[in-house]
Each structure stands twice: as structure tokens, then as C-alpha cells.
T-cell receptor, first 115, second 117 residues
Framework: NAGVMQNPRHLVRRRGQEARLRCSPMKGHSHVYWYRQLPEEGLKFMVYLQKENIIDESGMPKERFSAEFPKEGPSILRIQQVVRGDSAAYFC?????????????FGPGTRLTVT | AQKITQTQPGMFVQEKEAVTLDCTYDTSDPSYGLFWYKQPSSGEMIFLIYQGSYDQQNATEGRYSLNFQKARKSANLVISASQLGDSAMYFCAMREVGTSGTYKYIFGTGTRLKVLA
């Protein structure tokens, strides 16, 4: 049973370009969370999605950031017109349906560098 | 206000000794969960241990145990018989019910542990 997969593992973008980060949850998991980790800091919640639904996006910046989790395929975190301050590690986590387990399973993260 | 507080930015421990990493939390939700994760230099997040707010006993997983003091709102991680491979960042996290009625996870700022040979 494959774990949570994220790609790419490393992404370099110039200022103004778009960054697309992908997350494939564990098999059977229907909940996906995205977190951002700035250097030497903890993880900050960004968004929580279920298939075709954004459940909680209270941690998402109001502009340039968007997330989706389509019926088929991975969850995508999209950052438009990246700026240097977007450089961070972005982690995806998945969990089973509420009530069946409590644990979040993390992917290896995508390290975004904006030059 | 900080929901999860880790007051030790860095800790040192001698190999084979025990070490306690502090974590205090703040919530008004009677049902919550507390987690500890390890993040080695390679960057991945590794789940270590979980404590539910209604659990009567402290959680243990191998060399890891969670010292849960509900009245004090603390959930300290104890690592016994430290090993060099325990050197990493350690994050305390809390799961509570968010505004959408679903789970929300909040992380502390972490403690960097260095095990000395």
C-alpha cells in the first residue's frame, strides 16, 4: 500500500511563474490537507479538501493560491505569480474518513524555491 | 493566542539517556487529539504517538511515551534510551474540530533535539 505521494519533490520557479504541486493520497483516503513550512518553522495549515469539495481554506492566502481535489486524479495546490516569500516546503497529508482513524499520513513534501 | 506551545527551541541529550520535550496546548473543545511527529534532516514527517483527550492512560509506543496532564493542558513527549538517530526536529500537534465541523490540525513551532555520543 503506497503512502502519500507528492511530486515534484523539488521545484524551482522564477518570480512571476506558476507553481503546481501534486498530492496523491493513500489508497482509501478521502481527505487531503495542505500545509506550508517556512524555514525553521512549524507547519501551517493551508487548506482541507475532500473529493470535489473545499472544506476549510482558512489558512490559504487570499490571492494567488488555489487548491483542488478532483473526482479523479491527485490534489493540486496552485500558486500563481510566485514571489520569493513563497519559497517553502509544502506538505500534503491524507486521512481516512472521519471516525475511522485519527492519524494524518504525510507525504515527503515539495520544496519550492523561487529565484 | 498560541494553540500549541513548544517552549524549547533546542535540546541536547546524552546517548542512552531519557529526554522530555515539552508541549502545552489550549482548546475549549472537550474532544481533541494530541500528536507528536519527528522531522529528520531529510524533511519527511514521521508520526510517533497519539493521545486522545478521553484516554485514561498515557500513550506509549516503544521508546516514546506521552506524559498527558489534562488539567495542566500539557502533552510532553518522553524519549527513553536516546539514540543518535533520534536527532531531529520534533513537532507537537493538536487535532480539534474546526469551524467547518471537521478536523483541523495545529502544529507547534518544534523542538530541535540533538543526541550526543
Amino acid at each position: 500500500n503506497a503512502g502519500v505521494m507528492q511530486n515534484p519533490r523539488h521545484l524551482v520557479r522564477r518570480r512571476g511563474q506558476e507553481a503546481r504541486l501534486r498530492c496523491s493520497p493513500m489508497k482509501g483516503h478521502s481527505h487531503v490537507y495542505w500545509y506550508r513550512q517556512l524555514p525553521e518553522e512549524g507547519l501551517k495549515f493551508m487548506v482541507y479538501l475532500q473529493k470535489e469539495n473545499i472544506i476549510d481554506e482558512s489558512g490559504m492566502p487570499k490571492e494567488r493560491f488555489s487548491a483542488e481535489f478532483p473526482k479523479e486524479g491527485p490534489s493540486i495546490l496552485r500558486i500563481q505569480q510566485v514571489v520569493r516569500g513563497d519559497s517553502a516546503a509544502y506538505f500534503c497529508a491524507s486521512s481516512p474518513p472521519v471516525g475511522s482513524s485519527y492519524e494524518q499520513y504525510f507525504g515527503p513534501g515539495t520544496r519550492l524555491t523561487v529565484t | 493566542a498560541q494553540k500549541i506551545t513548544q517552549t524549547q527551541p533546542g535540546m541536547f541529550v546524552q546517548e542512552k539517556e531519557a529526554v522530555t520535550l515539552d508541549c502545552t496546548y489550549d482548546t475549549s473543545d472537550p474532544s481533541y487529539g494530541l500528536f507528536w511527529y519527528k522531522q529528520p534532516s531529510s524533511g519527511e514527517m514521521i508520526f510517533l504517538i497519539y493521545q486522545g483527550s478521553y484516554d485514561q492512560q498515557n500513550a506509549t509506543e516503544g521508546r516514546y511515551s506521552l506524559n498527558f496532564q489534562k488539567a495542566r493542558k500539557s502533552a510532553n513527549l518522553v524519549i527513553s534510551a536516546s539514540q543518535l538517530g533520534d536527532s531531529a526536529m520534533y513537532f507537537c500537534a493538536m487535532r480539534e474540530v474546526g469551524t467547518s465541523g471537521t478536523y483541523k490540525y495545529i502544529f507547534g513551532t518544534g523542538t530541535r533535539l540533538k543526541v550526543l555520543a
